[in-house]
């Protein structure tokens, strides 16, 4: 299925281990911070290769933007108006950069924690010649509770987050109740959430979580097949190959 994005707003993983924030004085200031004490990541230091780190040094000042506690202006940022698309964790950005390359009409903001992936997506932003993708390297809660306006966004990716696949570790997936609300109240109206995964019970979870937010609704009776918009990672052929299943989830934000 191929989604025509909304036309560009012109007004982006990842939960705090700090402790919860006193309690709001409104509900709506609630919405905008969910309160979670696990994060959904955990640092590590990976290996950076020669290459990687001379596009930190080289191109990071242009591409990699540092986070602020303001809502940023994008256009500014870009250089231009478009629809814009934050994709949560991109790994070491292929898929991200493959995507971009295929629509130059959109921006892409790339979030991501681990420096070795912001390396190498930063490699293929020089090798492919793109300048409608900007990278912020920190938690995505935080990101979008304050760099991105609420009904910013054209459309957000999460693509085969970590599944943390041991029972007492399922609390710290990404796909919760509170993350989703707040993902939610950043997209356009007719915007898209596009959500994979290749491990079926998180899969269900994923469903049972984003078919309970009022916010948004489902494009497909339940899995949806991959779009256009999504390629195939080298990884993902392998699995398929093995018989392995991989699911994809298709929300919208009504217009």
Known sequence: ???????????EPAMSDAPPAPASNTA????????RAIRSFVLRAGRMGSGQVRALQQLGPKFVLPYQA???????????????VLEVGFGMGQATAQIAAARPELDFIG?????????????EIDDRGLNNLRIVQHDAVEVLQQMVAPGS?????IFFPDPWHKKRHNKRRLIQPLFVELLASRLAPGAW?????????????????LSNCTAIANTAP?????????????FEVRGLKLGHGVWDLLFQRPR
């Open 193 to 209: 959430l596009h959500c994979a995964t290749d491990w079926e019970d998180y899969a269900q979870q994923m469903l049972e979580v």
């Open 111 to 123: 979030v991501e924690v681990h420096e070795p992936g912001v390396g190498a997506l930063l490699r």
């Open 222 to 234: 339940n899995f949806a097949p991959r779009p256009e918009i999504r390629p195939l990672t080298k």
């Open 28 to 35: 709506s200031d609630d919405a905008e911070r969910p309160r």
């Open 1 to 11: 299925m191929t989604l025509t994005p909304p036309l560009p707003v012109h007004t």
């Open 70 to 84: 303001v809502h940023q202006d994008w256009d500014a940022l870009f250089g231009r108006q478009a629809a814009r």
């Open 153 to 157: 966004l054209a459309g957000a990716h």
